[in-house]
């Protein structure tokens, strides 16, 4: 059976930093691409991020490029989100999820992904 956890989340100000993790069990990790998702109340989830198997591609949301940061320790089978300039528009439920992949790529669409975690809350107050 596969697991994916998310940890991290928290209550900060704006302009403060948050590292997310994900740890996965169950699953080949090297080979699975990690995304990240979020879902503010009211809104659909919308994609934040991915990473391919080696971490050679990511793909970042226009809404968060130059201030996350995307990465993966597949010894750890562990993705990390470093959230850094955090704005109060950031603020929501924050979604690890994995999908397996025959290529060394980044898959940014919801749908593809199999493996859901539980979410970790993310607010920024003003």
């Known amino acids: 059976q596969v697991q994916v956890v998310e940890s991290g989340g928290g209550l900060v100000q704006a302009g403060g930093s948050l590292r997310l993790s994900c740890t996965v069990s169950?699953?080949?990790?090297?080979?699975?691409?990690m995304g990240w998702f979020r879902q503010a109340p009211g809104k659909e989830r919308e994609g934040v991020s991915c990473?391919?198997?080696?971490?050679?591609?990511?793909y970042y949301a226009d809404s968060v490029k130059g201030r996350f940061t995307i990465s993966r320790d597949n010894a750890k089978n562990t993705v990390y989100l470093q959230m850094n300039s955090l704005k109060p528009e950031d603020t929501a439920m924050y979604y690890c999820?994995?999908?397996?992949?025959?290529?060394?790529?980044?898959?940014?669409?919801?749908?593809?992904?199999?493996?859901w975690g539980q979410g970790t809350q993310v607010t920024v107050s003003s």
């Open positions: 999820a994995a999908v397996k992949s025959y290529a060394d790529t980044c898959l940014a669409g919801e749908g593809l992904y199999n493996y």
């Open positions: 169950g699953l080949s990790f090297d080979v699975y691409v």
């Open positions: 990473i391919s198997w080696s971490g050679a591609t990511t």
